[in-house]
């Protein structure tokens, strides 16, 4: 950084060859102002404060990363869940019914405004989803017997996956067991038809 009193001393020198010698002395003309520069303490302070801002953005930045860190490794549990202590059965119906006409870009109707669909009829439900409670060592045992991807509604799932070098998902924010309204685990889902069957398990009812 060019020091400011070198560059005024400059503007001196230039301003000397470019003005005659024999100049005549015209006075003071309009206010003068000091050239005040900062001392030697106030550029330490500055750079110091500016020091510490940047710590504490990277703090800031570190706190937000070890957030995120500790949510995704600990989610919050399913609530309202409980451990099946019978079977039981039911079937799912996924069709929708559509709200208005679908048309492509041609104007062509793909689908009418009433109209049912069974998204199983274009496309199967692949493998079942078996939803356990994770931090229960009885159903992820029993879980990874199966034939099926394992949801966790409580529980580690990343941890669950260093462990058993398999992966483990989990139903954030509760969205399959409210869809399906899940409310007792082990609980399987699978396709059966154009339906999909949910089957709740005691743990002792191994398939």
Do not use: C
């Not at 559509?98 to 493998?127: C, M, W």
């Not at 069957?197 to 398939?207: H, M, S």
């Amino acid at each position: 950084m060019i020091n400011k009193s070198l560059l005024l001393l400059s503007a001196s020198l230039l301003v000397t060859l470019v003005i005659p010698i024999n100049a005549k002395d015209l006075g003071v003309q309009g206010a003068i102002f000091e050239i005040k520069e900062k001392s030697l303490l106030e550029v330490i302070y500055e750079r110091l404060s500016n020091l510490e801002t940047t710590k504490k953005l990277t703090n800031h930045q570190k706190e937000i990363q070890t957030k995120v860190k500790t949510s995704i490794e600990n989610p919050l549990p399913v609530t309202g869940i409980t451990t099946a202590t019978s079977y039981s059965s039911r079937t799912y119906d996924p069709s929708i019914i559509i709200d208005e006409d679908i048309q492509d870009h041609e104007g062509n109707f793909i689908a009418r405004k009433g109209t049912h669909v069974n998204p199983l009829d274009y496309q199967s439900f692949g493998k079942p989803l078996l939803l356990i409670q994770g931090d229960d060592e009885t159903q992820v045992s029993w879980a990874l017997k199966q034939d099926a991807k394992i949801v966790l509604v409580s529980g580690k799932p990343l941890a669950l996956a260093r462990n058993h070098n398999k992966m483990f998902y989990f139903d954030q924010g509760a969205i399959l067991s409210s869809k399906f309204n899940i409310t007792a685990v082990p609980a399987m889902i699978s396709q059966k038809d154009k339906s999909l069957l949910i089957e709740e398990f005691p743990i002792e009812g191994k398939r």
